[in-house]
Each structure stands twice: as C-alpha cells, then as structure tokens.
C-alpha cells in the first residue's frame, strides 16, 4: 500500500474508516484528488452530490443559476426552508453552503453561467460531469465537449421523471482491472456518446428492452420538438405524445405496444420529485463516479433504469460497439 | 441509545462533526425540522427493548421500519410487531450490498420465519492450539490472551494449551499471568510473551499426533524476536509521564509507528506487544481486571493486533496491519453512503405501499453489487409465513436434555435466552411456576426463584423430565412457546456443546453467545460477512402512523405520502419511530426518532 502520493492524513483515515474497508486506501486517495462538476440540482443531483461529498472527493462545483422556489425544494434536503435565507440567491449558492458544511475536507464551489456555453477548456480539468435538467441539445453538446478533451472525462446524465429515473454513463474507452479468482484480469469496456447511443435502431435491441428506455426517448424527443424547458410537460400533452411514438414507432419499426400510454402517462403527469426515486437513483450513480474515479468495480455500461412500479433497476447495453 | 462516532460521518450526512458524542435521535430530530419544519418528532435516546417500547406502544402506528443492527433487537422488534400487529419493512446493509424487506402478520413471512446464517465460530481447539487462518489468531489475542490478562480473573478462560498431563498447565499457569508485586512491567511482559508464544508452544508441540498432518508451530521467544535488552531504556516509562488521558495512550504513537496500514515485522509487532502491555499496567493499571474488547480502544486494538500477528507468525500465517486486524477484530460492518441512499430510497417505496395496504405490490428488494439478470436493484415478492415458525406461527419446539444432570439456569441460559431470544422470560410446568424475571416479585419469590435456577431440572419443586411439557413465555414480546421436554444421557461435546438439543426452531444468528461463557472462542463474532443477511451500524427504525388513510381508505398521492420518509432519514444512525398523522388534505406528522439500541457494546466477551 501506499504506493502513489501522499498518504491519508489521521483525520481521513478516521471519517472515512468504513469506506476504505471497502474499497480501499488507494482508491480513496484518487477520490481525494478528483474534481466533479455537476449542473441542475433537482433531487436526484442533490443526492448524489450528498454522496460524494460525504465521500471525500477533492472538489465539487455546482452550476444552476435558478432562484429557488417551493417546486425546486420539494426534494431538496440541502437548502432550509427559511425565505429569509434563500430570498435572492441561486439554487447552486444556497446548496454549496450546505455542502461545504458536510465535509470541510471537499473543496465546494459555485461555477454561473449557462451550461450550453461551457468550452472543452472547462470540462478538460474534471474528472466527472453529471448533468440534469437541460435540453437534449445541451446534453449532447457536453458530451461531446467531454470526449474532446485530451484526458478521460467520465460524463453522466441523469433524469427522474414520476417515480422512474434514467442514468446515462459514457466513460469513453475504459480499462480497469479487477480480481477474479485470485487473478488479477484487465478489462475494457466501450462507451458510445449520448448522441450515438440513442441512435441506435430501435429494433436492433432485443425484445426485452426495458420500456422506459423508449419512453424516456419519446418524451425527451417530444420536449425538443416542442421546444420546451426541460422536464416541462404536463398530462395535457398526452394526445400529441402519443402521436409521437406513433410517428417514432412506425419509423422505427417497432410495435407502439412496447411503449404503453400508462407509462408516458405518469411519466407526463409527475410535477414534484419523488424523494426515495432520487435517493435510489442518487446512489446508484454516485456509486458509479466512485467507481469511475477510483478504478475499484465494475461500472455500468451504459443506461441504467428504475421504475419504482415494478422495483426493477436494470442496466441496458444501448450500444452497437460489442465488447 | 446510540451516539455520533466519527466513523459515521461518511453516510450519516445528518451529522457533522461538532455532533461527534452526541444523542443521535436528538441531533437527527433537529437537522431533519431543519429542511421540514412542519412535522413533530420525538427523540427515544433510550433502548427499543425497554419495557415502555410495549406492545400498546406499538400499537399507536400503522408501520415500523427497522434498520437495526444486531440480530437480538431485530428480533424483539419483530416480535412487538407481530403481537401488536403493525407492518415492519426490515432492512440492512454491508458494503455494495443491501435489502429490504417486508413483515406483516399472517400475509408475509416474519423476521424470523427463515433461518439465519449461523454465526462464525470455530472449535476451541483451533483456536488455542491449530490456527490455520489470521481470524484465528485474532479470536485468540482477544478473547483468550487480552481477555486472561486484562479481563476478568474469574472468567472460564482456555488459554493455555490442552497438554495430555492437565497436571502440568493448570496450576503453574496461575503464576504466569500474576503481575508480581515488584516485578518490573518490561520484564512481566517479557516473561508473558515467552510463556505464550515461547514456552507454549513447545508444549503443544510435545502432542505429536497434533502435528501429523500439520505443519508445526515456532515458537517465538523475545531473545529471537528482539534485540538484546538495553539497560534502563523502555519506551513507556519514558512517555509515562507526558500524557495526561488514560484514553489516548497509545504504543504505537510512543513507538513512533504512525500508518495503521503498514505491515509491522515481527520485530514491530513484538515491541508494540511490550509496549502495549506495559501501557496498561502504567497508565491504565485501574481498569486491570475488568476490561473487555473495544474496536475503539487504541492500546486495545494495538495489543490484540502485534499478539495475533506474533501467533501467525508462529503458525506460518500471513500477517495483518492494525487497519485490518481492527476491522476483523472489531467485526466492522463496511458501509458507504450510496448503499445507505438506496436503501432507504427502497425502504420509503416499501413503506407507502404498506400505507396504501398494497399488499400485492411489496416486495422484498435486493441492492446487488453485480448484476443478475441485468438487475442491480432485483425485487422479488414476499414469501408466505412459514408455517413451522415457532414465533409467529404456533409449533411447539423438542428439548432433548439430560434431566438429571444439567440445571434449569443452563436451560434459561442456553436455550430461553440464546436460542429463543427473550429478555424477560417466564417459564412454567402446568401451572406450577419455575421461573420468573421482573421488578414487581417479592423478597422470597426472588430467592426462590434463584434456588431454582441452581437446581437441575428432575429436582425441581414440579419436577421436570422426558415428556414435560414447559411453557416458555415473555410478555414483553407477547411470544409465548411450548417445548416438549425428551430425556437424553449423552451428548457430543464438540458437536453438542451445549449439552441440549432444540429441534423444531430456526437457528439464528445467536448474538447471545457472547453472553454466555461457555467457551471463549465460540464467543467471537469477528468475520461475520454475511451477504444478504447484513448488519449495519447505521440503523433506522421508522414508524408511521396513518390511521386516515387506513381507515377511510383514502389514497393520498404519493409525493405526500413521504413527509417524514424522505430519503433524508435514510443515513440516520440510530433507530427511529416515526409515526406520521395525515389529514385529507394538509399533512403533518409525528417523527419519533430512538436512539440506537447498540447492544453490541454491552456485549463484550467478559
Ligand atoms: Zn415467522
């Protein structure tokens, strides 16, 4: 042990004694030194950040320039629920004090601006991006400003919508090793980018798909076409949903069976967050940045799906790469 | 019960640092209203298995949700619900992996409906004479070893090697362990450590048939393992003086070793057993004779660490740093935060289902660190009671017993407390009383009561043999039991050590064992890694009262639903009671939050 940089100073070791019994010192030391960006802090963000955070990782910076409102906190545990603390100030502001407060030894940070106008200089510095909360163009474009950057930088998007909620990992090309049998074996895995990934023909995927991969596909398409805010839909767009995935259906050559009406109908009809969705979907993809940043584990390739209806947390391989 | 170490601050994001040796019921209370004003909550820092925690306690809410962690309350919890007859969504988590479960009366299977995972234990002679694993030499150092020099004088202890001639280890041995009045501490350390790892082993070594099919044992002495002594030069009566409190001495740190996950050679490891031992009996000479094992005792930790590691050594097994002897040694569940997250993310889902009396949607739900089936969170549907369940269904059980020879305290000990789990039990022969425990007994009830205890069971006042049939109950846990009484002369003393058989009963988990002294190193609970039966010490206990939604059948919309439930709660240590009240339309509710019922403190091999 203790073969790169610095050791783990005594405090360290004593807060986060019962993570490094599982995952180790040296990846503990690599979480120490990583830097993680994260934009739009609705529930499931918050709780991922809460994770890292506690976990010990270098920095944070959080973007979401929006002013608070009693809709944004309904899954907030981060912010009081006092006006005379979160008059005036940005969600990303209000949640970074908190933050820091969890663990003095991260160093958290406010990062303003739009994020569509981020460059490649900005996201070449992180080790982690995770967004929310933005259109399917913005998506898009941070992925691929991500994959331009001269070094690896693992990019996730998440989004809850009712009780579902959706991870999207890209981590590029990625080897990692782990112990089999006494046997230490190198693994690689993959990734496509968002872009290329739900690109992927419909009916190349096999039958079991899970139903909310194109769901989510419909209404995120449905929100562009529209030209509408992020995640602002509503029951009343049902007819004009359903003769989307009529459209996306026929064209795809798919049967529209496979995305049935109740499940775009709760995913439409949902206005508030669901707290124990985020704090599922929250900890499965902070597992996954640990992951990513420490080397230790398998990470997931490359959706990740939860419906709260069935309990079920699948993981999909949406991808026309075979490993 | 339970107070804010620094060890939880990595999942338990209630808590902060400057809550470090506070309540955490109460700490939890305050950040909780912190982000949701409006809902009551009432702090327990007190034990759920306190006699107010009764079955009209209970009563009072429509869920419980458990997430504690030790098997002794988890069972009593799963009693009260099923007597009280409130819904438990039970849970747990070690490392990558968790679960949730649901328990309702009659619908489901109990806490106690499956058999539990034995606990680790290893036959007394692998543990005083062939260790093939480093947990073997740690069951050693601290049950045997720190507990003979430290603990109790009076505790059964079998350090000393079985030799054929008993003559030769029992009285000489005696002396061994005495500190002499005069004797200097460096030299009784000395003579400690070449008795035991020395001198002992060449006993054990005389056993040939021992060693036919084993590799033998070297044994250590200090002249091998150290440099020649160095006049008036020892480590801890130089330091003696400088450190103030008892509780922050430490060899290493007089020993000038800073990294815990550094492997010490045998050389460090011998002079952090001097140094250690010499500590206790500078700086802690009080506590002498009474100490038991505590993870989170440094100079503790120190010596059971260079004592297990000088025994590998010995046996030619690999040796462990101070991080990892600790985590063996202490028995330390692994937990992180995401886990933490997730679970309790699941157990709200479980929670609002049972107050919707969604029957057909619980689920038991599996958090996996590989994927099955392409599911890493996988739910499966709840099995049916188990019919043979002596707790909630109503089986009677079979005692086999030599009658004549063993005594109704073994009976209570072994097979009413350990086995059946109960704190206040009551045992009677028709309607002939034979036992009882509580407050409100008179003077001579008592002293009968405890000359019965003393008695073996054929001599009872109502004499107890093959084909009895006792009652056991315990009205606490309203868990009543017949058991068919079968008279047997023998009994294997390795297989059968506790001289009774029970049949018709779901083993389980037995923290117990550590309570009763029967043998020391059946008593260690170290490397208990059970997957899908996991103990954390981040534990919850949530209990929500609806009785609106219950009664009227109203179905409220979900978002509502989670008020106090919110994920938050989740990384909470410490069991929590919270019972939520909702109205049609304005919801507000009571949080009850307990403290942590950390039994395993108390229950520290003597
Ligand atoms: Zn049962």
Redesign the pocket.
């Known amino acids: 042990m203790g073969k790169e940089g610095e050791e783990l100073t005594e405090q360290e070791t004593a807060i986060y004694d019962r993570q490094i019994r599982v995952w180790g010192v040296d990846a503990q030391r690599r979480l120490s030194k990583s830097h993680i960006f994260v934009s739009g802090l609705k529930g499931t963000v918050i709780e991922f950040c809460k994770n890292i955070v506690l976990a010990g990782v270098g920095s944070l910076m959080l973007n979401d320039d929006r002013l608070v409102t009693e809709e944004l906190l309904s899954a907030n545990f981060l912010v009081p629920s006092d006006e005379n603390v979160t008059r005036g100030k940005s969600l990303a502001e209000l949640c970074c004090e908190s933050l820091k407060d969890f663990n003095p030894m991260v160093s958290v940070s406010v990062e303003k601006g739009d994020l569509a106008n981020f460059d490649v200089e900005f996201f070449q510095k992180l080790d982690a991006v995770v967004i929310s909360c933005c259109s399917l163009l913005t998506k898009k474009s941070v992925n691929a400003k991500c994959r331009k950057s001269p070094r690896r930088v693992a990019f996730y998007s998440v989004e809850c919508r009712d009780s579902c909620g959706e991870i999207f990992v890209d981590l590029q090309n990625y080897s990692y090793s782990k112990k089999k049998n006494e046997e230490t074996i190198e693994c690689h895995l993959q990734y496509p980018s968002f872009e290329d990934a739900i690109a992927v023909p419909w009916r190349s995927l096999p039958m079991r798909t899970s139903k909310l991969y194109f769901a989510m596909r419909v209404i995120e398409r449905f929100e562009e076409l529209e030209k509408r805010n992020p995640q602002d839909v509503s029951a009343g767009d049902l007819p004009n949903v359903l003769k989307l995935r009529k459209e996306l259906c026929e064209a795809r050559c798919m049967n529209e069976s496979q995305i049935p009406d109740l499940l775009l109908q709760r995913l439409l009809a949902a206005r508030v967050e669901f707290p124990p969705v985020c704090a599922i979907i929250g900890g499965v993809l902070g597992q996954e940045v640990i992951k990513a940043i420490s080397g230790k584990g398998d990470p997931l390739k490359n959706f990740f799906l939860f419906d709260a209806m069935d309990g079920k947390g699948i993981i999909e391989d949406i991808s026309n790469i075979n490993n | 019960m339970d107070t804010i170490e620094v060890s939880n601050l990595n999942r338990q994001f209630l808590f902060r640092q400057k809550h470090v040796g506070q309540s955490k019921a109460k700490v939890a209370r305050e950040a909780v209203l912190k982000f949701k004003p409006h809902i009551k909550i009432t702090p327990y820092h007190a034990n759920v298995k306190d006699p107010e925690f009764n079955v009209d306690f209970f009563k009072q809410f429509n869920v419980v949700l458990n997430g504690l962690d030790n098997l002794d309350a988890r069972r009593h919890v799963n009693r009260l619900c099923l007597a009280s007859g409130v819904p438990l969504v039970e849970s747990g988590t070690t490392g990558f992996l968790g679960q949730v479960t649901v328990h309702v009366k009659g619908k489901t299977?109990?806490y106690?409906?499956q058999p539990k995972p034995a606990p680790k234990t290893y036959p007394v002679c692998t543990i005083t004479s062939t260790p093939t694993k480093f947990v073997h030499c740690i069951v050693w150092a601290k049950d045997l070893l720190f507990a003979k020099l430290f603990g109790n004088k009076n505790q059964e202890n079998d350090l000393n090697v079985r030799s054929t001639d008993a003559s030769s280890s029992s009285e000489h041995t005696e002396d061994v362990f005495e500190h002499r009045v005069d004797e200097d501490v460096e030299q009784y350390g000395r003579r400690i450590f070449d008795h035991v790892f020395g001198y002992n082993i060449e006993v054990a070594l005389r056993n040939e048939e021992t060693w036919k099919n084993r590799n033998k044992p070297r044994p250590v002495y200090t002249r091998d393992a150290l440099p020649p002594r160095p006049i008036e030069q020892n480590g801890n009566k130089d330091k003696a003086s400088n450190t103030g409190d008892p509780s922050s001495v430490s060899a290493m740190a007089s020993l000038g070793l800073k990294n815990p996950q550094d492997l010490w050679s045998l050389r460090e490891n011998s002079e952090v057993f001097l140094e250690a031992l010499g500590l206790f009996f500078l700086k802690r000479e009080k506590e002498i004779g009474q100490l038991g094992f505590d993870k989170d005792d440094q100079l503790a930790v120190e010596f059971v660490t260079s004592a297990a590691n000088i025994r590998a050594t010995s046996f030619g097994i690999p040796l462990h740093s101070l991080f990892e002897a600790k985590g063996i040694a202490g028995n330390i569940v692994h937990a992180v935060a995401t886990t933490n997250a997730i679970i309790a993310g699941l157990i709200v889902l479980e929670a609002m289902k049972v107050l919707q009396n969604d029957v057909k949607s619980y689920r038991m739900t599996y958090c996996l660190e590989h994927p099955s089936r392409k599911m890493l969170l996988m739910p499966v549907e709840p099995f049916e009671?188990?019919k043979s369940?002596y707790?909630?269904?109503e089986t009677p059980l079979t005692l086999e017993i030599n009658t004549h020879r063993s005594k109704l305290r073994d009976f209570v000990e072994k097979i009413v407390k350990a086995k059946l789990g109960m704190s206040l039990p009551l045992i009677m022969h028709g309607v002939a009383l034979l036992y009882e425990v509580g407050d409100d007994l008179e003077e001579d009830e008592v002293a009968n009561y405890a000359a019965n205890l003393d008695k073996v069971l054929s001599e009872l006042p109502s004499p107890v043999t093959g084909g009895t049939i006792l009652t056991v109950e315990d009205l606490q846990q309203e868990l009543k039991c017949s058991i068919n009484i079968k008279h047997r002369e023998e009994f294997d003393e390795e297989k059968e050590p506790d001289g009774m058989v029970l049949s018709g009963w779901t083993p389980a988990l037995a923290t117990e064992k550590n309570k009763t002294s029967d043998n020391g190193p059946s008593s260690s609970n170290a490397s208990q890694t059970v997957p899908l039966e996991p103990e954390d010490d981040d534990e919850i206990e949530i209990i929500l009262k609806d009785p609106e939604i219950l009664s009227a059948g109203k179905k409220r919309k979900s978002t509502d639903i989670s008020v106090a439930a919110d994920s938050e709660i989740s990384s909470v240590t410490g069991a929590m009671l919270i019972k939520s009240k909702v109205e049609a339309d304005d919801s507000h509710s009571d949080v009850m939050v307990d403290g942590n019922l950390d039994t395993n403190k108390k229950k520290r091999v003597q």
């Open positions: 299977e109990c106690e409906c009671p188990n369940c707790v909630c269904s």
